[in-house]
């Protein structure tokens, strides 16, 4: 398996291939159970983003990943 340097781009890439140009945590989850990859990246990307990890509550912290990606998505050309 590749190595994902940058979980907002492979994060965007995969949301935007899908049709969803605002994810919500609700499809973050849904992501995670249907794709390894992209629950191993999802999990790495939560214990080193300070975001992420300024949040306590786990929905909290699902609801920071999904912003993160739409701040990414929405900075795309």
Known sequence: MQKI???ETFAAGYFLGLGIKKPTA???CRLSVECRAFAAA???Y???DPYVLSKVR????YEAV???I???IQALP
């Open 58 to 61: 786990t929905p909290d912290k």
């Open 46 to 48: 939560m214990f080193t």
């Open 42 to 44: 999802l999990s790495f």
């Open 66 to 68: 999904a912003k993160n």
């Open 26 to 28: 609700e499809d973050i």
């Open 70 to 72: 739409q701040c990414f």
């Open 5 to 7: 340097k940058d979980f």
